[in-house]
Structure formats: structure tokens, C-alpha cells
Nanobody, 126 residues
Framework: QVQLVESGGGLVQDGGSLRLSCAASGRTFSSYTMGWFRQAPGKEREFVAA????????DYADCVKGRFTISRDNARNTVYLQMNSLKPEDTAVYYC???????????????????WGQGTQVTVSS
């Protein structure tokens, strides 16, 4: 069973930056699509960004496009989310998740992800 552990969350001011990391256990990390999702209080969990197993494809929610960048280091079994120009509405718990093996379609569908981290809190103050 894969384990995903997020880190890098915290409190930042409006316009600031944070870099989230997600370390995965196991030997097959490089075979899987990885995604970042977030959940704000009282709201449903929503898609933020996804990256294919090789890193050759990336996609973003419209609300973060141009501000957030997803990347991965398969040698380190780690996926990252660089978040710039943060806004108060980005405040949420951020989760990384494992998607399909050699499969990238439906990258924004929560139901296609089978393993989740515990989440890391990001708070953006105005």
C-alpha cells in the first residue's frame, strides 16, 4: 500500500509563495499520474493540478493557472506544487493523490485517484 506524506504548508501573506512536497513510498511511483487537490472549510474537495507519470503532461484548475506549478522528481519519489501569488481564497487543506498507472485521462476526477495523503494546511492572510 502506497503512503503519501505532504509537507510545506503554512501561513503566508497575500501575494506570497509556498512550495508543497509529497513524498511517496514504494517502487512504482514513476508509473503513476499524481495530482494535487484542496478542500476549504465547508466546501467540497477540488482539483488543483495533475502531472503524468513522466512529467510530460501537466494540467491545472483555471483558478490557479499561471500561479501554481506542479512538478515531480521520480528519482526521489516526490511531487511538488509551487504556489506563487497566493490569495486568501487559496486557503485550504492541500492533498496529494495517486492517479492512474500509465493513465492520464480524467486527471481532474477525484474518483480516479486511489491513494491520498493526510493533507497539509495552507492559510493565506489578507
Amino acid at each position: 500500500q502506497v503512503q503519501l506524506v505532504e509537507s510545506g504548508g503554512g501561513l503566508v501573506q497575500d501575494g506570497g509563495s509556498l512550495r508543497l512536497s509529497c513524498a511517496a513510498s514504494g517502487r512504482t511511483f514513476s508509473s503513476y499520474t499524481m495530482g494535487w487537490f484542496r478542500q476549504a472549510p465547508g466546501k467540497e474537495r477540488e482539483f488543483v493540478a495533475a502531472i503524468s507519470w513522466s512529467g510530460g503532461n501537466t494540467d491545472y484548475a483555471d483558478c490557479v493557472k499561471g500561479r501554481f506549478t506542479i512538478s515531480r522528481d521520480n528519482a526521489r519519489n516526490t511531487v511538488y506544487l509551487q504556489m506563487n501569488s497566493l490569495k486568501p481564497e487559496d486557503t485550504a487543506v492541500y492533498y496529494c493523490a495517486r492517479g492512474g498507472r500509465y493513465f492520464y485521462s480524467d486527471y481532474d476526477d477525484l474518483a480516479k485517484y486511489d491513494a491520498w495523503g493526510q493533507g497539509t494546511q495552507v492559510t493565506v492572510s489578507s
